[in-house]
């Protein structure tokens, strides 16, 4: 018998959502939303279900609350009040912040996490990156079997996991995915700045970046660190410091941060103290005027 799903949450990850459970066979019975017509929308995107009232969570056999961080509580609590019981419905959020002891009691229900990680810039995008991507789900025993086939209806690797620093956990992924976006930004804003035309800095930006995730995918961020501060070019560092400072001045602010984790990846590496004081001394000094 196919999962009669509700999901709780109209926006890009809950639509993309939809368009998976959609494609491989769940039965999703539609959305609950605040506004009609994006949940109408979510409706048409997904070319499955309705939009539907709180009521019909009675009939799923798995609430799926896809809402930002900040409402998440709120919704559990709204849903809590107008949903009707449904005995042992799993109640699962996709939230990477909270665990799944922000449902509190619910008494019959099994309640659940599932994180997908993976980037949601749009709905349909979101979709196509979810497939082989991790999903970290953790919940009460009597619900880990279902969260594991959940993942496996929205093609995402299941990653089951244990109690977690969820603060933590939530920044490293913020630092994967937003902070390499970020990074991304600046490299360009930096090629730019040189004198590249788009076409080379995002060829530049592209071989480097991607290479460099290669390498450290294979050898650990250790054994593939080089460039300046791995070598020791103290010299090098004072000159990138100022000319970013002078062209970009929050460049020049995200290059120190990540310099001075690169120089102790390069202490661990074995680079000597006679080469790494130098290197630290230019990333503490004041960026003198050009």
């Known amino acids: 018998m196919a999962l009669r799903i509700v999901i709780v949450g109209p926006g890009r990850v809950g639509t993309a959502c939809g368009i998976r459970l959609r494609q491989n066979g769940a039965d999703l019975l539609g959305f609950v939303g605040r506004h009609a017509e994006r949940t109408a929308a979510a409706v048409r995107t997904v070319g499955a279900g309705a939009v539907l009232p709180p009521a019909a969570?009675?009939?799923?056999h798995v609430v799926l609350f896809a809402v930002a961080d900040p409402d998440l509580a709120a919704a559990i609590a709204a849903m809590r009040e107008m949903a009707p019981v449904r005995r042992c419905?799993?109640?699962v959020h996709t939230s990477g912040r909270y665990d799944h002891s922000v449902f509190g009691d619910l008494g019959e229900r099994r309640v659940g996490c599932l994180h997908p990680v993976a980037p949601f810039a749009d709905a349909v995008s979101g979709a196509a990156a979810m497939v082989g991507a991790?999903?970290?789900y953790c919940g009460e025993p009597r619900a880990l079997r279902l969260l594991h086939r959940l993942c496996e209806l929205l093609d995402l690797q299941p990653v089951p996991v244990g109690a977690l620093d969820r603060g933590l956990y939530h920044a490293a992924c913020a630092l994967a995915?937003?902070?390499?976006t970020a990074l991304?930004?600046?490299v360009e804003r930096a090629f730019a700045a040189a004198?590249?035309?788009s076409s080379a800095t995002q060829l530049l930006a592209r071989e480097l970046m991607q290479r460099a995730m290669a390498e450290c995918a294979a050898r650990g961020a250790v054994a593939a660190l080089s460039g300046p501060v791995r070598r020791g070019d103290a010299a090098t560092v004072a000159l990138h410091r100022q000319r970013l400072h002078g062209a970009l001045p929050?460049?020049?602010?995200?290059?120190?941060?990540?310099m001075q984790v690169a120089l102790e990846l390069s202490r661990r590496a074995g680079l000597p103290a006679a080469a790494a004081e130098p290197v630290a001394r230019a990333l503490?000094?004041?960026v003198p005027p050009r």
């Open 57 to 60: 969570v009675a009939r799923a």
């Open 184 to 186: 991304w930004d600046i």
């Open 195 to 197: 004198g590249l035309d």
């Open 89 to 91: 419905s799993l109640w």
């Open 250 to 258: 929050a460049a020049e602010q995200a290059y120190t941060g990540l």
């Open 177 to 180: 995915a937003n902070g390499l």
């Open 134 to 136: 991790p999903g970290v």
């Open 284 to 286: 503490a000094d004041i």
